[in-house]
């Protein structure tokens, strides 16, 4: 391949489709149309002598010949950003980016709604997107810029991967009103553990595992509890005791943001549970970014307002 015939923004056609798997998706991420992006990728073809991606469904699976060109392609590419990037702050009111968060739904319907409203108006240029929680790896999101941060409990990572906390979630449990097992209770009151074991339970699992941090500390007690049920949604697992007579330990957080619409009430729950952190976690790289350093302060200004 003749180097000096090489047109650079194919090199970023080639980034968008590594981390979008999707022609159109990376269209529209670098601003070119469906058939320009599939345009490029037939000159990058010919150029490499490859294929490149070979097309699964509905996404673009790349070839091992483009898994070995990525990371090396994407340290290029953002160099010469870095490089070229002046020197400025960042001004949401006449800024035009796209901002992309993953987490689990308790955020895309408790914190993205309220953060979007905030920033509708007063920031028109900036789009929001959030991905879920089973998008894939933290870490490899973060480092192949496919996210810009991420909304999760504490998660083993190695540097540059930096985290700050939002908030702690003491779990409690939630079933539905009226539930005839625990018509004794008053409301807030610990579930005796006998009930508490005795009772199906759901669970919120993004990868289908039937235990969590709730499992590992009944075991410590000496109890276990009877899964019936994992979903990968947090609003699922809700929908799922308001219907049946299922109990579910969540965050305390979700639990008084859903309890009223759904009619459900809420326990303590009957064993000591370690609080976890939820944490916002951002590639190092980004640190000094004003842009990323705006979205973080976004985040965290809604996260206090909501929770503390």
């Known amino acids: ?9 194919l090199l970023r056609v080639f980034d968008a489709l590594m981390r979008e798997r999707s022609v159109t998706r990376a269209g529209e991420q670098i601003g070119l149309s469906q058939p320009a992006v599939s345009a490029a990728l037939n000159r990058l073809r010919a150029l490499m002598g490859d294929q490149l991606f070979v097309r699964r ?6 070839t091992p010949r483009a898994d070995d060109l990525f990371p090396p392609v994407r ?37 993205m ?36 941060a991420a909304l999760e409990r504490p998660l083993e990572t190695q540097e540059p991967i930096e985290s700050r906390i939002l908030f702690s979630a003491p779990f409690v449990v939630i079933a539905r009103q009226g539930h005839p097992a625990l018509a004794d209770l008053e409301p807030g009151a610990p579930i005796p553990m006998e009930i508490y074991t005795r009772l199906p339970h759901a669970i919120r699992s ?6 969590g941090m709730v ?14 049920i994992a979903l990968p949604h947090f609003h699922g697992v809700a929908e799922a005791v ?3 007579s299922a109990l579910a330990a969540v965050p305390r957080q979700f639990a008084e943001a859903i309890a009223a619409r759904l009619d459900l009430s809420i326990h303590a729950v009957p064993a000591e549970i370690p609080a976890p952190e939820v944490r916002l976690y951002w590639h190092g790289r ?3 970014d004003p842009a990323h350093r705006w979205l973080r302060d976004a985040v965290l200004a809604v996260s206090a307002e909501l929770w503390g």
């Open 1 to 9: 391949m003749n180097f000096n015939a090489l047109d650079l923004n």
């Open 57 to 62: 469904g509905n996404e673009m699976v790349p």
């Open 75 to 111: 340290d290029a590419l953002q160099s010469i950003e870095a490089a070229l990037a002046p020197p400025r702050g960042f001004e949401p009111a006449t800024a035009r980016r796209t901002f992309t968060l993953l987490g689990a739904d308790f955020f895309s319907v408790l914190l």
């Open 113 to 148: 709604p309220r953060l979007f409203a905030r920033w509708c108006d007063a920031a028109p240029g900036i789009t929001w997107r959030f991905l879920d929680s089973a998008r894939g790896d933290v870490q490899r999101l973060l480092q192949e810029d496919a996210i810009d």
């Open 206 to 211: 993004i990868d289908g595992t039937l235990s």
């Open 215 to 228: 499992d590992e500390a009944l075991a410590a007690a000496g109890h276990r509890r009877l899964v019936r």
């Open 242 to 244: 308001a219907s049946t």
């Open 286 to 288: 980004r640190t000094g």
